[in-house]
């Protein structure tokens, strides 16, 4: 029988809630290859200290953060002025 979308979506809660209860998940592999690339950013050919590495490696990431906040906060007053024209 088939699953109400109410029933999947209690099912996928459940089951994520089994995950991280356990202690486990599983973004490990995509989240070190993500830091990853903001250290191949800022030192690609892997001549700084690691220290220092990892330390610009956490600017650029904040960075690149800051820079996503930027553009959506652009893109909601781009929303709310083509909304008002509308009106």
Known sequence: MPMSPQQRALR??????RLHAAGGTNTE??????NARFENEVDPNGALA???????????????????SLKASQSRRIRRELDGDAA
């Open 12 to 17: 996928a809660r459940l089951a994520a809630h």
């Open 29 to 34: 592999a995509a989240r070190a290859a993500f």
């Open 50 to 68: 690691p220290e220092e590495r990892a330390r610009r490696a956490e600017h650029a990431r904040k960075a690149y953060f800051i820079s996503l």
